[in-house]
């Protein structure tokens, strides 16, 4: 096929994406963040958890295995929290690969099923020895050294993650992180020499290098002042997930939106590799069907008795994947594979009750656009980058719409309109023709 079949959503379907992340293995953590994040279910961070030279992971195994079963993540820091550019091959070994392995097994001793994906260098020091070693058995590293988020379009440098540092207790240092967040969120730009030269695009990532939570001081962020920074994400509707979740759905999208299709049949197959060997063991993925690719694919099929046409299904291990109100479908990255089929009538007992689906869409055009800088209603309209979805009244997906119009080739009746624009929040309208 001359286009490429599938375009991942950027961010899970957020307004950019949050991942704060805290290093050291320190008992402050889990006394602190644990009732933060059990109040705050959609909120889930990354531990880099280190021995610092002592036993430390081991005394705290069951505080941290806690955490891992809430759905955080728990990430290598390496044993000895040493210079790692100054260490033998042996040794960065012993720090990057054997003890990934060892908090594994201690994670597990406690009841947490873990797999540790993501480093994170001890004073943020890295050279390409470095990096080679982490490499072996982490897909992904953070660093330090701040300059601004992180764009959905260009790949990062994966083993070598910048990070915003929270230095010290302050007012100013709170605001920032607040600021950082309302920048990535696409909803102001963060006015700090630190972004000199950042390229602001759209909605983007941002990483957070915490230590110690707790009142005490020094490096520690205060307890409300995470709590606040975790609120005021969720407020700008950011995905706030784990570093590896967020890097790993990163990844594959540069992977995923590069597949071709191959025609098998009446249906088209789209195979990809793993880019890396040590990834998280579920990257779920929200896609949508590029509209060149379904033209070319499925233009021609029948229309049913009532105008409609039927749906498009993805398909993984026989299982059928339908589209949700807004057109996207939710795949699993990790299988490798998919099938681009139309719906065939024994599918029909698998297909979702769609109504729901039509009334999910309709409530969602009032439940953002609060929060950005931006009018969707005003400025989606004459947008380049605007795309309009048209669905019948029974949540099936009619093909695509030129603004909030319906095509002159659909009957008379009922449907909705969904259009949606890159940094904006969607608007969904009901419209009679």
């Known amino acids: 096929m001359a286009a490429t079949p599938l375009t991942t959503i950027p961010w899970n379907g957020h307004t950019g994406a949050a991942s704060f992340t805290f290093d050291d293995a320190m008992d402050d953590q889990i006394q602190n963040l644990t ?14 958890l280190s021995n610092m030279g002592g036993n430390r992971v081991k005394a705290a195994g069951a505080g941290f295995a806690k955490l891992a079963k809430m759905g955080n993540e728990i990430g290598n820091h390496t044993n000895s929290h040493s210079q ?5 091959d042996a040794q960065l070994k012993a720090e990057a690969v054997d003890f990934a392995d060892e908090i594994e097994k201690i994670m597990k001793e406690n009841g947490a099923e873990v797999n540790v994906t993501a480093l994170a260098t001890p004073f943020c020091a890295n050279n390409e020895k470095v990096s080679a070693a982490i490499n072996q058995r982490q897909f992904i590293n953070r660093d330090g ?5 992180l764009n959905w379009d260009k790949e990062p440098e994966w083993l070598k993650m910048k990070a915003r540092v929270w230095n010290s207790a302050s007012a100013e240092e709170a605001e920032g992180m607040l600021n950082a967040l309302d920048t990535a969120a696409y909803i102001k730009e963060y006015k700090a020499p630190e972004y000199s030269g950042y390229e602001y695009t759209g909605p983007s990532w941002v990483v957070f290098l915490n230590h110690g939570v707790s009142n005490d001081g020094g490096m520690s962020i205060p307890p409300t002042d995470i709590k606040n920074a975790f609120e005021r994400a969720l407020k700008n509707n950011m995905w706030v997930a784990p570093f590896s979740t967020v890097g790993a759905y990163l990844k594959a999208h540069f992977t995923l939106d590069a597949a071709e299709a191959v025609a098998d049949g009446e249906n088209f197959k789209v195979s990809w590799e793993m880019p890396h060997p040590h990834m998280p063991k579920s990257i779920p993925l929200k896609v949508k069907l590029n509209s060149e690719f379904q033209a070319d694919a499925f233009g021609d099929m029948a229309i049913r008795a ?10 993984q291990n026989g299982k059928v994947i339908w589209p949700d109100a807004n057109g996207i479908y939710t795949i699993e990255f990790t299988e490798l594979s998919l099938n681009i089929r139309v719906e065939k009538s024994e599918d029909s007992a698998e297909k979702p009750a769609s109504s729901s689906s039509v009334d999910d869409a309709i409530s969602s055009s009032s439940e953002t656009s609060a929060i950005h800088a931006r009018d969707l209603a005003q400025e989606l309209v004459g947008n380049s980058s605007a795309t309009y979805t048209i669905f019948d009244m029974n949540g099936n997906r009619l093909g695509s719409a030129e603004g909030f119009k319906v095509p002159e080739s659909l009957p008379r009746g009922a449907y909705i309109i969904r259009g949606e624009a890159p940094g904006l929040a969607p608007i969904t309208k009901k419209i009679i023709k």
């Open 306 to 315: 009532d105008g409609t046409a039927p749906s498009i299904v993805l398909e």
């Open 35 to 48: 009732p933060i994040l059990e109040e705050l279910p959609d909120v889930r961070v990354t531990f880099f």
């Open 84 to 88: 790692l550019p100054e260490l033998s």
């Open 145 to 149: 050294g701040w300059y601004g988020p």
